[in-house]
């Protein structure tokens, strides 16, 4: 499965955006999609996951209440609304895709991964 992510930009501290990431090549709706970013001298961590059916989400807790993952299976497209963001949320923001449900964590446990896009917060 191909992904691209869209929708990073600059914004101020508070404010929200909006990242998506349109799957192609595969069923869509079987698998589960992630969101994943990395900062500057950092690896690569977990953000959010979804499941197939959208019923079934799971955060990080530096994220937990102010993002929002959730997914279109009819457009191939999974979402993260972004709110309250932070100067620590600057990063490189991937989607990825996975048919496991074990260890969504860890970044090796997802096949498929998207180009990134970049988010950047101001104080």
């Known amino acids: 499965v191909q992904l691209q992510a869209s929708g990073g930009g600059l914004v101020q501290a508070g404010g929200s955006l909006r990242l998506s990431c349109v799957a192609s090549g595969r069923t869509f709706s079987g698998y589960f999609m992630g969101w994943f970013r990395q900062a500057p001298g950092k690896e690569r961590e977990f953000i959010a996951r979804?499941?197939?059916?959208?019923?079934?989400?799971s955060y990080a807790d530096s994220v937990k209440g102010r993002f929002l993952i959730s997914r279109a299976n009819a457009k191939s497209t999974v979402y993260l609304q972004m709110n309250s963001l932070k100067p620590e949320d600057t990063a490189v923001y991937y989607c990825a895709a996975t048919g496991s449900s074990s260890s969504y964590t860890d970044v090796k446990r997802w096949a498929y991964w998207g180009q990134g896009t970049l988010v950047t917060v101001s104080s």
């Open positions: 979804i499941n197939w059916s959208g019923a079934t989400t």
